[in-house]
């Protein structure tokens, strides 16, 4: 199988097996990820393993119960890390200054970059990976539990071990959903219709709406998956949490 044959048959995998993933593959993997473009060579990240059941066990509740977190062999947290890159200016007669906001995203964009290789890098290997967006909405007690000092903020996290299921693939847009010529062509009624219709006219997301007594597979997003009132709650924790690591200044 190619490289982008892999990428095309991918899906999230949420079960696996009990056999953990070998120290050296996950090295040669992890270098693999960093070989990925990174901000002006200063490689913005920091990735901690958690493989132990106590550690696991301690992740698990901030990740609100997701089954992946135990039931993995093994659980990266991908760190935005601008701290050791501080650290080695400071030791060298040399005046850091990223405690704010653009070196935050430019660590993100690295640090997303790095994990996407990873996750690209290990399914071609024949390993299955879950993102846990749940990283974002625990970041404080995340924090606390990976011991993340300043310039050092938990960004995603990857449940990732020997496939233990064969889920079907979701669906995506059409490349002409989400690609603009020359410049953003805004969506008309009808445009949003021929972007939507399939994803909405598909059993299991009909079967999504039945059982979750909605009109529209887009009311389950608002009303029960992703609620302003939720997404509002956790952007304040998260700015709390980006002074606190001190990537925004304190109020
Ligand atoms: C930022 C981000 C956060 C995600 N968080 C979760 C999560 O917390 N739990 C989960 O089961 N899957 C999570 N996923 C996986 C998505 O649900 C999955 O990629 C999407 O439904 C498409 O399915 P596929 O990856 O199998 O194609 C996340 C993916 C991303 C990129």
Redesign the pocket.
């Known amino acids: 199988m190619t490289l982008i044959d892999s990428m095309n048959a991918?899906?999230?995998i949420?079960r696996y097996t009990a056999e953990p993933v070998a120290d050296g593959q996950l090295a040669r993997l992890l270098e693999t990820a960093a070989r990925g473009s990174t901000c002006g060579n200063m490689q913005l990240y920091s990735v901690v393993k958690t493989t132990s059941p106590e550690g696991k066990r301690a992740l698990a509740p901030l990740h609100m119960g997701?089954p992946?977190v135990e039931g993995a062999p093994l659980l990266l947290t991908f760190c935005v890390d601008y701290r050791r890159f501080t650290l080695w200016c400071e030791q060298r007669r040399a005046t850091p200054g990223y405690d704010n906001l653009l070196s935050f995203l430019n660590a993100a964009i690295d640090t997303m970059i790095l994990t996407e290789r990873f996750a690209t890098a290990a399914e071609a290997e024949g390993l299955g990976i879950?993102?846990?967006?749940?990283t974002l909405y625990s970041a404080g007690q995340i924090i606390e539990q990976l011991r993340l000092p300043r310039l050092v903020f938990p960004l995603?996290t990857l449940s990732v071990g020997h496939p233990g299921e064969q889920p079907p693939?979701?669906e995506r847009l059409t490349v002409d959903s989400f690609l603009h010529e020359e410049h953003y062509h805004d969506y008309a009624p009808a445009d949003i219709d021929r972007c939507y219709l399939p994803k909405e006219a598909l059993p299991e997301n009909r079967h999504f709406v039945d059982i979750n007594h909605k009109e529209t597979l887009a009311q389950v997003f608002t009303d029960l998956r992703y609620t302003r009132a939720d997404c509002e709650a956790i952007s304040a924790g998260l700015l709390a949490q980006l002074r606190r690591q001190g990537f925004l200044p304190r109020e």
């Open positions: 991918r899906r999230s949420r997701q992946m879950c993102y846990l967006g749940t995603t693939q979701c």
